[in-house]
């Protein structure tokens, strides 16, 4: 696709290359002479995110654990989040359009869903641990987008609906290539409220009424 008649089309390689940044442009330099040990990342389309939630700081910190990780229980075993899990003992997300049928439809020694508690993109990160694992190579994954482009008219075109692909490396990769991850589950209600969709689920209205019934006068 053409973004313009001399330019392709182009796009950050997701949100997975945020330390690598902080390296690049001095930020991590200046984070480490104020003292900076943990790191806290999150997502921006969720407006009841709590950024440096103290509760959720301590409690990684008193885990031991490398990483921490909020989580939700999910609404659906289909819901578009990803799930944290083991994967040969070790701390992993399932992305959601990376769930097998089996997976989906796993349940553990209660009859719950086995995978049943989605990241909600807030995370913790011990700054030393991602110094050391800065140079793996993470995986790329492959997902569907709407893509603007220009037609051979010379339009700019806004599709409604996925036309291509792109790559990207996600900051749950991070969790992966360390060796233990706290899940620290707090109340949807009260800390998820994505924006996705211009209506309906994850939408402005619903976000807009997650805010009212937390007390944020908008």
């Known amino acids: ?23 690049n442009s001095g930020v991590l330099d200046r984070a480490k002479e104020l003292g900076v040990e943990w790191l806290n990342i999150f997502a921006v389309d969720n407006v009841l995110q709590r950024i440096a939630d103290p509760c959720f700081v301590g409690a990684t910190l008193e885990s031991g654990c490398s990483t921490g990780a ?18 040969d003992g070790r701390p992993s997300i399932v992305e959601y359009y990376d769930m097998t049928p089996e997976l ?8 719950e869903p086995a995978y049943n508690f989605g990241v909600i993109l807030n995370y913790l990160f011990r700054e030393k641990d991602l110094e050391r694992i800065v140079n793996d190579e993470l995986p790329v994954h492959v997902v569907e987008k709407k893509i603007p482009y220009m037609n051979r008219e010379g339009v700019k075109v806004k599709p409604e609906e996925p036309n291509g692909y792109k790559f990207e490396q996600l900051a749950v990769d991070l969790v992966r290539e360390l060796d233990t ?9 009260r800390e998820f409220a994505p924006i996705k969709n211009k209506t309906g689920v994850d939408s402005v209205e619903s976000a807009r009424k997650l805010c009212l019934e937390n007390g944020i006068e908008l």
Request: proline share 5%; glycine share 8%.
């Open 104 to 111: 989906l439809e796993a349940r553990d020694e209660k009859g």
């Open 181 to 189: 991850c706290l899940p620290y589950e707090v109340l949807r209600e």
């Open 1 to 23: 696709y053409m973004e313009s008649r001399s330019r392709i089309a182009t796009s950050p390689n997701g949100n997975g290359g945020w330390f690598l940044s902080m390296m």
């Open 70 to 87: 909020k989580v939700v229980r999910k609404v659906t075993p289909e819901e578009k989040v990803g799930a944290l899990c083991l994967e």
